[in-house]
């Protein structure tokens, strides 16, 4: 080999082409950790055009202190975003580079629309649930409270468009809307009653069950006070209670007796 000129000069060029990438590598790392180039600025902007509302320098400030590594050549973007959509209220967050020592953050804000469960969460317009705090949501609009198995949370919501629609004729709005593990549908309206609509036997088995109960709902209230709660489960009738209740009871010769009126929710009772 040691007489082979050809061989030698491949040997000797490919040395010196290693030679020299990694004298170029040493030479872009020292570059790149200069001073100059150190993050001096990380600078946050909304996504879109309704600002940003919830999230603020000292929530940024507290979220993000001292998770976010490198400079501008070295600093993992996704690593950024991912420390920015755990700041609370942040429902994604977008990171770009700007020359020479600068981060961009876009970020889209949370919209609350109602709590979620019993644990604090609260559930957004777009079907997500995220953890923040309640109060300052409660600053924008009162929250309708949902619940419901993991994973229905988009359900729930468009289940929740529906029957604000469907009971818009009674100027009713639902209060709060569960769905339980058996995937049984109830709503409460902001009248105080509660409504069990059950379990959907086909597309249409919600609907129909609303639209039942707002044709006769009119001819329940003007005979009854107060009505607490209304079961739709049934198929051609319905179940009801409310503290103003007057039912006929039978006398001892067969004919009705005068009405008993329920009170305080105590149970109705025939005479002896």
């Given at each position: 080999m040691w007489h082979d000129a050809k061989s030698l000069n491949t040997t000797a060029n490919g040395l010196l082409a290693a030679v020299l990438v990694v004298c170029v590598a040493a030479g872009v790392w020292w570059v790149s950790q200069r001073p100059m180039f150190d993050l001096r600025t990380i600078k946050v902007e909304s996504a879109?055009?309704?600002?940003?509302?919830?999230?603020?320098?000292?929530?940024?400030?507290?979220?993000?202190?001292?998770?976010?590594?490198?400079?501008?050549?070295?600093?993992?973007?996704?690593?950024?975003?991912?420390?920015?959509?755990?700041?609370?209220?942040?429902?994604?967050?977008?990171?770009?580079?700007?020359?020479?020592?600068q981060l961009i953050?876009?970020?889209?804000?949370?919209?609350?629309?109602?709590?979620?469960?019993?644990?604090?969460?609260?559930?957004?317009?777009?079907?997500?649930?995220?953890?923040?705090?309640?109060?300052?949501?409660?600053?924008?609009?009162?929250l309708p409270a949902f619940a419901g198995p993991d994973g229905s949370e988009k359900e729930v919501l468009?289940?929740?468009?529906?029957?604000?629609?469907?009971?818009?004729?009674?100027?009713?709005?639902?209060?709060?809307?569960?769905?339980?593990?058996?995937?049984?549908w109830t709503v409460k309206l902001d009248n105080g009653m509660s409504v069990a609509l059950g379990r959907e036997q086909n597309h249409t088995t919600l609907k129909a069950r609303v639209d039942r109960l707002v044709g006769i709902y009119p001819q329940l209230a003007s005979r009854l006070e107060n009505?607490?709660?209304?079961?739709?489960?049934?198929?051609n009738g319905l179940a009801?209670?409310?503290?103003?209740?007057?039912?006929?009871?039978?006398?001892?010769?067969?004919?009705?007796a005068p009405a008993i009126r329920k009170k305080n929710?105590?149970?109705?009772?025939?005479?002896?």
């Open positions: 879109d055009d309704k600002g940003l509302r919830h999230v603020n320098y000292l929530t940024l400030r507290s979220g993000t202190l001292g998770r976010i590594k490198g400079n501008f050549f070295t600093t993992n973007l996704e690593s950024v975003r991912g420390v920015f959509e755990s700041v609370p209220w942040v429902r994604r967050a977008s990171v770009r580079r700007e020359w020479p020592n953050v876009a970020l889209e804000e949370h919209e609350a629309l109602g709590t979620w469960g019993e644990d604090g969460r609260l559930l957004s317009v777009k079907g997500d649930v995220f953890t923040a705090n309640v109060a300052e949501a409660e600053d924008d609009h009162e468009a289940t929740y468009v529906q029957l604000a629609k469907w009971f818009a004729p009674l100027k009713m709005v639902p209060e709060t809307l569960s769905l339980s593990s058996r995937y049984a009505i607490d709660t209304i079961d739709m489960r049934y198929q009801l209670s409310s503290a103003g209740l007057v039912i006929p009871a039978e006398g001892k010769d067969g004919r009705p929710g105590s149970p109705i009772k025939k005479p002896a």
